[in-house]
């Protein structure tokens, strides 16, 4: 058995109305109270799993930290599509939907297809192009320019695939807001179906179906769903009805094979993995992993993958290559990759992809120094502010939204990057901090007459400023965020899960974890402590990363890593702690190197201890 140090903090704490902190560390280098992710109930409730399902302890406080019952524990640990998936009909209108594709294939009508120019956009419009692809339909897919377009289907494009010959438009991750793009299709005749999961009003637009798990009259309860979940669900329902008509093509189909592109699209768009996004995750990296889908082999051959695929290497390998037309190449690189089968083609786009995305990092990199000095000279610390606007007229509008997010990660709170053309528009991309529904505070701009457009959805929106607007527009931002934002920037608080010695951080201990896993938005990866361990080493490696060896009492060893750290306070404890004992926090994770896997410790945060 794994050695595990139990909790440090006591039942006490979880009583108090302010528990004790953890360790006792009430201010670490990260300017971070440490608390236990467990209150006594959660406690309690992880002890009956560890009892009564013999599951290792540690594996139980990770469950019983983030909700699952008793009664769940096993279950979760073997999540899949067919006991988390409801039926597809309890989307409102995925019936309606689902039989004008039916009749689109018995007809062999042209379908188009028009995407988002991100990942899920990407992914979502693979996945209804290889369908129709299987059924014999000739599909075009239609991925907007960011910077000529813009986000969402518009009149002029729709029109133009009218006359390409489409009998049938499906907008996918996008549409639930483009009533004049939609009126334009009705006038042409065409029917159009939306599978979307943005949040959107009350007036819906003009379309055949509105397949939307976030439209106010669906009760499926599956709003946390991306598009590509959503686009998937159909698709389910689809191939059931061709099955029940006769249609031998719908007995070859394996829908289960895709699985890869959806749990592509879920973990890049950042949506909760809980319920069915966790089956598609789960089964998803088992599809990848078979390297079945030429696109997607290609560019990790390109990203240089070492080990297992693993959602980390979905976000911050494959998302940001596919992501990188959309932003600053050719929009539709990254669903042309995901729907090819020639290997040689794949190979081609793969490298595209690659080039464009060392490209897009050192942009990024230097609009990210304009962006961090303009917060400082407006709000100095930031501070001061509760959303940060930062707007240049020579940002690449299709980078603001990794600017925004990189300024919501350093001064932790909702913040927006704005790029302004000549003509005085504004295109600006937003991020939010957990607690805060950014994209509710955006349609009431849009509402109040801020906005020339704008939506998304709780942690992401995108929007449209005049700049005649901008000054008008931050003190509505200020204001909408004066009641919740403070709250939530003021507890800077780490939550562990539980500590551990250097001895009882194994590969065996991490395999188990996983099982509990996979880990991202809504599901947060498991935090440890490793108490009163003497650093050892600290040293700079690349060019921002800190790389530590934990040394315990016992001489056992543990390795780590403290990525991006190297100016920040952490990174200067560290480097200045060597030979102290500190309290180390932060996650497990395997290591591939050669052919070899090892244990590496991920350090988020760190305090000398005593």
């Not at 399902?53 to 599509?81: K, M």
């Not at 690349?542 to 790389?547: E, L, M, N, V």
Request: charged share 25%; net charge neutral; glycine share 10%.
């Amino acid at each position: 058995m794994t050695r595990f140090i139990s909790a440090i903090s006591s039942a006490a704490e979880a009583v108090d109305p302010v528990p004790r902190a953890f360790l006792n560390v009430e201010r670490s280098a990260g300017d971070q109270r440490w608390v236990s992710r467990l209150d006594q109930a959660a406690q309690n409730r992880a002890l009956a799993i560890a009892q009564v399902h013999g599951i290792p302890d540690l594996v139980a406080r990770v469950l019983a930290g983030r909700g699952i019952s008793l009664e769940d524990a096993t279950a979760f640990l073997d999540p899949t599509i067919r006991s988390l998936m409801p039926d597809p009909y309890t989307l409102t209108d995925c019936e309606k939907a689902v039989n004008r594709l039916a009749l689109s294939i018995e007809r062999r009508e042209k379908v188009a297809i028009f995407g988002d120019y991100d990942v899920d956009g990407a992914s979502s419009s693979a996945l209804l192009y290889r369908f129709l692809r299987h059924f014999g339909v000739e599909a075009e897919i239609y991925i907007p320019d960011r910077i000529f377009e813009g986000y969402g289907p518009n009149p002029a494009a729709i029109r133009q695939l009218i006359a390409n010959g489409a009998r049938l438009i499906v907008t996918v991750d996008c549409g639930s807001t483009s009533h004049d793009a939609l009126a334009a299709a009705r006038e042409e005749g065409c029917d159009v179906v939306v599978i979307d999961h943005h949040q959107l009003g009350r007036e819906l637009p003009p379309c055949l179906a509105l397949v939307n798990p976030n439209r106010e009259d669906d009760l499926s309860g599956q709003g946390h769903l991306c598009a590509a979940g959503v686009v998937f669900m159909v698709l389910v329902a689809a191939a059931r009805l061709l099955r029940e008509r006769g249609d031998r093509r719908a007995r070859s189909l394996d829908l289960l094979a895709w699985l890869d592109i959806v749990a592509l699209a879920t973990v890049c768009d950042v949506v909760p993995l809980k319920g069915l996004n966790r089956a598609y995750v789960v089964k998803g990296l088992i599809a990848a992993r078979h390297m079945g889908n030429a696109g997607l082999a290609a560019l990790f051959r390109k990203a240089g993958l070492g080990g297992p695929v693993t959602p980390y290497h979905f976000g911050f390998l494959i998302g940001p290559r596919i992501n990188a037309g959309g932003r600053i190449g050719d929009a539709a690189l990254g669903s042309r990759l995901l729907t090819i089968d020639d290997a040689i083609e794949a190979e081609e786009i793969a490298g595209r992809l690659d080039d464009l995305n060392r490209e897009r990092q050192a942009m990024e990199a230097a609009m990210l120094a304009e962006a961090e000095a303009e917060v400082l000279a407006e709000y100095g610390t930031g501070e001061g502010a509760n959303v940060l606007i930062t707007a240049r007229d020579s940002w690449h509008p299709g980078i603001v939204g990794l600017i925004a997010a990189r300024l919501k990660e350093k001064f932790k709170r909702p913040a927006f990057a704005i790029s302004f053309d000549p003509s005085g528009k504004g295109t600006g991309s937003g991020r939010s901090i957990n607690g805060f529904d950014m994209g509710r505070m955006v349609r009431e701009a849009v509402d109040a007459g801020l906005l020339v457009k704008g939506g998304g959805h709780a942690m992401a929106a995108g929007l449209t400023v005049e700049r005649a607007n901008l000054g008008r527009l931050r003190a509505f931002f200020e204001e909408k965020a004066r009641e919740g934002v403070p709250a939530l920037v003021a507890n800077h608080v780490l939550k562990i899960d539980g500590a551990l010695s250097a001895s009882g951080a194994t590969l065996e201990l991490f395999d188990m974890l996983e099982q509990a896993g996979p880990y991202g938005s809504g599901h947060a990866q498991p935090v440890f402590a490793i108490p009163a361990h003497r650093l050892r080493d600290a040293r700079l490696v690349g060019t921002a990363h800190i790389k530590v060896t934990l040394e315990a009492t016992d001489g056992s060893k543990l390795e780590g890593i403290a990525f991006r750290a190297a100016e920040t306070p952490l990174g200067s404890m560290l480097l200045n702690s060597r030979g102290a004992q500190i309290h180390a926090a932060g996650c497990l994770s395997a290591d591939h190197w050669q052919g070899n896997r090892r244990i590496q410790f991920r350090l988020l945060d760190a305090v000398r201890a005593g």
